[in-house]
């Protein structure tokens, strides 16, 4: 098991975003953290990229606590997060050398690595431009690009397609099965494009209000509702009410300067 | 090293780009410079105590050093906000190097533009005791921005969000600056007050930039040196701690 979590605990304050969840990815897999928004997906990507600490159960990454041995862990894993990490000020190709001297990308090969990403993510000739003149799609395919610079062992990937045209999401998703496939690198990912993660993913667990309520093989999900797509199944796991996520400290901001 | 050199280069490239923020942060001090020191200038050469201009001026360079690294410290919170925090707090690297290389980064900013205040403030009239003691004037505004860098970055280690940092700016930066001997001479000085800027580690950055650019110390450039290295080896301990414990 290169993931593991046991009865993982995050509350803030009284609320639990994550309430006792359970599960375990293999080695080499592809497999995805489904559920509706709020659910705790980005809460428990968080715990175990090391930037927040649970309340209380047990975590391993790579053989590390990422609560512990945060050095060893971050040192296994690479990461896309949900919303913005780049410094909006910089231009994109700064933005990826900072990435690369981050990741101890060697010297040499280091330049030629990052104009391969930008040409992949088509950003390359935009690559002196500022990131904050850059549109939302734009900003999404340079987080990706940075994300994929250094090849870890596990590459999360927190909706990563977020916002993306079909054209797009099929090309990255290729990349990344790619890398899956010739590196033996293990991919955990949420997204909200149910037809990805059935196309892609070995296995699926399935949260809501904080708990684990399904996991399998995508067929295997089928099957146990009787239903003929996915995303069926998945509405029959978790219900048809639509759920608030709370605003990330970014959209708060943007709605107070717009005020 | 790549990585403080690479988080170095990253504050001093957003240094450049903002083009509005370097001039609109020269307008303070030559405002002060202007106003301040023509305003009081006559009334401190009556009361005997010769030219204002010259006492003024390291004041208003230590006010420059103190604004710029205090607010490149803080600004972790705008980091936090746009999220490039993230990325710092997640790569294999340590977190020491990181933070080093970001104070070293606002540090070199905030003495480029205490450079540039000196620089306006010969054309007001301002002279230099000796040309050679500029050297150890700019050490000391590196130690002063060093300083309050790591001062800003633990503040802002413990903030959420920006609504805090106008707060820390009123209730705590300015009372820093004013109560520095930035604008008025130590001697004779009401007793509450000299216990207030004798703690005050700015009081110290003051003086010594007063006594290498204009010889006159209050302190002594020895103490000064001893307790402006003293606090930053202090700060630079608890800004570590502070953002070794940052979560996202």
């Known amino acids: 098991m290169i993931v593991e979590a046991k009865n993982l605990v995050k509350k803030f304050g009284e609320i639990a975003a994550v309430d006792g969840v359970s599960f375990s990815v293999v080695d080499g897999e592809i497999f995805a953290l489904l559920g509706p928004n709020g659910a705790g997906k980005t809460t428990i990507i968080k715990m175990l990229t090391t930037v927040l600490n649970p309340t209380s159960g047990e975590l391993s990454v790579a053989g590390y606590d990422p609560t512990r ?34 990741y101890h990308l060697p010297k040499e090969g280091r330049k030629e690595k990052i104009r391969q990403l930008l040409e992949f993510v088509e950003l390359w000739d935009k690559r002196k431009k500022a990131v904050k003149y850059f549109s939302g799609g734009m900003k999404r395919r ?9 090849h870890p062992q596990i590459l999360f990937l927190d909706e990563p397609t977020q916002g993306l045209d079909p054209q797009t999401r099929s090309h990255i998703w290729e990349y990344i099965k790619k890398m899956n496939q010739e ?15 059935e196309k892609m993913a070995d296995r699926v667990v399935v949260v809501d209000k904080g708990k684990v309520i399904a996991s399998g093989t995508p067929a295997e999900l089928k099957s146990r509702t009787g239903k003929e797509s996915l995303e069926e199944a998945f509405i029959e796991f978790t219900g048809r009410d639509i759920r608030d996520e709370e605003a990330s400290s970014l959209d708060r901001m943007r709605q107070r300067l717009r005020r | 090293m790549e990585v ?3 988080l170095w280069l990253r504050q001093i490239k957003r240094y450049l780009k903002s083009w509005a923020r370097i001039v609109g942060s020269l307008g303070q001090p030559l405002l002060f410079m202007v106003a301040l020191g023509f305003g009081f200038g006559p009334i ?3 009361a005997g105590a010769g030219d204002y201009i010259q006492f003024l001026v390291p004041g ?13 410290g803080m600004e972790i919170i705008w980091d936090r906000q746009f999220g490039f925090l993230k990325e710092m707090l997640v790569a294999p690297v340590s977190r020491l190097s990181i933070m080093i290389g970001r104070n070293l980064g606002g540090a070199t900013v905030a003495v480029f533009q205490g450079i540039v205040v000196l620089g306006l403030s010969f ?10 003691m500029i050297f150890p004037a700019i050490g000391f505004m590196f130690l002063i921005a060093l300083l309050f860098t790591l001062f800003g970055t633990i503040i802002a280690s413990m903030l959420k969000d920006i609504q805090g940092f106008h707060l820390i700016m009123n209730f705590l930066v300015m009372p820093l600056f004013f109560l520095s001997g930035s604008f008025f001479p130590l001697e004779d000085v009401n007793r509450a007050v000299m216990v207030v800027v004798k703690a005050n580690p700015l009081s110290y950055g003051v003086d010594a930039l007063r006594g290498t650019l204009v010889g006159m110390s209050h302190f002594t ?14 700060l630079l301990v608890l800004a570590s701690y502070a953002f070794s414990r940052i979560q996202a």
């Not at chain 1, 340079?142 to 250094?150: Q, R, V, Y």
């Not at chain 1, 590196?183 to 993660?197: A, L, R, S």
């Not at chain 2, 000064?224 to 003293?230: N, R, W």
């Open chain 1, 142 to 150: 340079l987080e990706i690009a940075k994300g994929l610079l250094h």
């Open chain 2, 60 to 72: 208003v360079i230590a006010m420059a050093l103190l604004f710029t690294s205090v607010f490149h």
């Open chain 2, 221 to 234: 450039l020895l103490n000064d040196f001893a307790i402006l290295a003293s606090v930053t080896f202090f």
């Open chain 1, 183 to 197: 590196e033996k690198m293990t991919v955990f990912f949420t997204t909200h494009y149910i037809e990805e993660v």
């Open chain 2, 123 to 132: 054309a007001i009239g301002f002279r230099l005791e000796h040309w050679a």
């Open chain 1, 69 to 102: 041995e945060e050095r060893q862990a971050r040192r296994s894993f690479g990461i896309v997060f949900q919303d913005s990490s780049v410094d909006e000020e910089l231009s994109a190709y700064d933005n990826m050398l900072i990435h690369a001297v981050l």
């Open chain 2, 44 to 46: 401190y050469s009556q």
């Open chain 2, 4 to 6: 403080i050199y690479i």
